[in-house]
């Protein structure tokens, strides 16, 4: 079973910029695609972006189409999403996903796994 732990969420103004890590510990994630998820409060948690195991493979919610970027390092055991161009609608706790397999696992929370606890991020205006 893999563990998922968040950071480097915070406060920023926007406009601002965040990036936030996914580091994985008890296996490699080298062969699993993975993804990155928000919910904000009241709403339910939606797709943000997610890679297939190379990186080669991305997809993005077309709200951050432009200003999110998903990428990983393998050698690490981490993935990432660089945050630019923030907005307050942006204000969520941010999970990372692990899928089943090395194949981009998309928008839907079925195809994922392992889950992280979460690292809220707040954009005020």
């Known amino acids: 079973q893999v563990q998922l732990v968040e950071s480097g969420g915070g406060s920023v103004q926007a406009g601002g910029s965040l990036r936030l890590s996914c580091a994985a510990s008890?296996?490699?994630?080298?062969?699993?695609?993975m993804g990155w998820f928000r919910q904000a409060p009241g709403k339910e948690r939606e797709f943000v972006a997610s890679?297939?195991?190379?990186?080669?493979?991305?997809n993005y919610a077309d709200s951050v189409k432009g200003r999110f970027t998903i990428s990983r390092d393998n050698a690490k055991n981490t993935v990432y999403l660089q945050m630019n161009s923030l907005k307050p609608e942006d204000t969520a706790v941010y999970y990372c996903?692990?899928?089943?397999?090395?194949?981009?696992?998309?928008?839907?929370?079925?195809?994922?796994?392992?889950w992280g606890r979460g690292t809220q991020v707040t954009v005020s205006s």
């Open positions: 008890g296996r490699t994630i080298s062969g699993y695609g």
């Open positions: 996903a692990a899928g089943y397999y090395g194949s981009n696992p998309g928008s839907n929370l079925d195809n994922y796994r392992s």
């Open positions: 890679v297939n195991w190379s990186g080669a493979s991305t």
